[in-house]
């Protein structure tokens, strides 16, 4: 059966305060019967020895015998302690019998003795007998043996007590069993309302509605996290939303441009209006190939995203894989004017080079377009705490703050960094990021308009005894 949040914590609320109330009856219960049952034991220990000292003072005889005042006595003390249970010998200094509670059956006590009250728990009641010296002057006249049923009766004042105390406990846990209700309501209500909204706000997301809310603060961390985190997913569903429509935009211009190219030079060749000249051919070839190279580059993302894709790792040193490279970008960089300065250091990494050296080859790509000529580019490759490193930095124009968390997403471009007459795509970026990632790596971004950009990815290191080739250090300007 489904409860709700509330109703469940208010269950458990009435089950703990259910639980102590039991808990604690039974505990103060079983310790005032045993504080009784000490009180009885001792109280009969009292009597017995009244008893004694009753006899003891009402001895009266000569020369050691008792005479018909005491006997008499006894007789109507013998039948008052019978009503109460207690059976009476009486013996002389020679140990002959003087009186008995019952002298018809003397040996046959216990049949006699009634049962005064209530018994205790945990006490057998069996029948005992205890004696004790009749002494008048510290001199021995005789002894008084007494015999009942173990002390296990609760007298009336004792049974009032214990039902008094019951009353007053039940009434104590009654009221404390409706507080810790109450507090319970309050919690579940502190609690569940929160979660309620939270929910409420995760099936308006789910609707579309991503506009920020203000949620109250509750005082309970996890609660304020799971609302922060929720406001926080609404936010980044409301950008890939963005980045989906801006991708959807860019990938729609990207092809409608090079088509409609083709469309009105083919249309115009058919209705004769344009020979279908070489030059021509060659430029609508040119747009197909465009086209071809944006379809290619889109699949080469897919792929490096795919966890699906295998690698083809092997151990290779990470600064001679940046070196080579580098090498083909040599003519680029020397006909625009820029100095590329490359410190490589034994880095060994395990890693699939045809994949890693697309990702060196991005990086060096997207540096060469931003930097303006006479510019720098710089690029390290070493190992630092177990992690290789590789870095490329540039003095370029850079990246505007608020594009910064946006140039990984496919195809995101801004104005002045990633404007489409400088020739990119939007998409390199994005692959390099899969790559690493598919190599246990990550890949982070530094910049600032006018200050350049530096961008560092990071893999596991590998071993240095499985680098093929001996450990070099590379640096120069090339």
Excluded at 32 to 37: D, G, P
Excluded at 250 to 255: G, K, L, N, Q, V
Excluded at 306 to 323: I, Q, W
Excluded at 393 to 403: E, N, S, T
Aim: with cysteine; proline share 4%.
């Amino acid at each position: 059966m489904r409860l709700a949040l509330k109703t469940k914590l208010v269950l458990s609320y009435a089950a703990v305060a259910l639980f102590l109330v039991a808990s604690l009856l039974a505990v103060s219960n079983h310790y005032l019967r045993k504080q009784f049952q000490i009180y009885v034991l001792h109280k009969q220990d009292m009597k017995n020895a009244e008893i004694a000292e009753a006899v003891s003072k009402s001895y009266s005889g000569s020369a050691g015998l008792p005479d018909a005042a005491f006997l008499n006595f006894l007789a109507g003390y013998g039948d008052s302690l019978t009503e109460q249970g207690i059976a009476m010998m009486v013996f002389d200094a020679s140990g002959a019998m003087i009186y008995c509670t019952d002298e018809a059956d003397c040996d046959h006590l216990p049949g006699a003795l009634k049962s005064p009250g209530e018994r205790c728990d945990d006490i057998d009641g069996a029948y005992s007998q205890v004696s004790m010296d009749i002494t008048r002057g510290g001199r021995a006249l005789g002894t008084v043996r007494l015999g009942y049923h173990s002390p296990f009766y609760y007298n009336e004042g004792a049974q009032s007590f214990l039902s008094a105390f019951n009353r007053a406990y039940w009434s104590m846990s009654a009221f404390f069993f409706a507080v810790s209700v109450a507090i319970g309501l309050t919690m579940a209500g502190r609690i569940a309302g929160p979660i309620m909204a939270v929910t409420e706000r995760t099936r308006r997301i789910a609707g579309g509605l991503y506009a920020p809310e203000d949620f109250p603060k509750t005082g309970t961390y996890e609660i304020d996290a799971l609302s922060g985190s929720v406001d926080q997913l609404a936010r980044s569903l409301e950008t890939q939303l963005m980045l989906k429509k801006r991708m959807a935009g860019a990938y729609s211009h990207e092809f409608r441009t090079p088509l409609a190219v083709l469309q009105s030079n083919l249309e115009a060749m058919i209705d004769g209006l344009w020979q279908p000249t070489r030059e021509r051919l060659e430029s609508l070839l040119a747009e197909i190939c465009r086209m071809s190279r944006m379809v290619s580059e889109v699949d080469s993302l897919v792929q490096a995203g795919n966890p699906e894709t295998a690698l083809d790792m092997a151990p290779t040193d990470l600064s001679l894989l940046a070196r080579r490279v580098l090498t083909g970008y040599e003519a680029a960089i020397a006909s625009k004017g820029i100095a590329l300065h490359f410190d490589g250091r034994p880095c060994p990494v395990n890693a699939d080079p045809d994949k890693f050296s697309q990702i060196i080859a991005n990086l060096v790509s997207n540096a060469l377009k931003y930097t303006d000529p006479g510019g720098n580019i710089w690029v390290t490759a070493h190992e630092d705490d177990g992690r290789a490193l590789l870095s490329v930095r540039d003095d370029g124009i850079g990246i505007a703050p608020q594009d910064m968390p946006f140039i990984f997403e496919h195809l995101y471009r801004t104005d002045e960094s990633r404007a489409r007459d400088s020739g990119g795509n939007g998409i390199g970026l994005s692959v390099a990021k899969a790559i690493a990632e598919s190599h246990g790596g990550t890949i982070e971004a530094q910049s600032g308009p006018g200050r350049g950009a530096a961008f560092t990815v990071s893999i596991p290191a590998g071993k240095h005894d499985a680098m093929p080739g001996a450990e070099i250090v590379i640096k120069s300007s090339l």
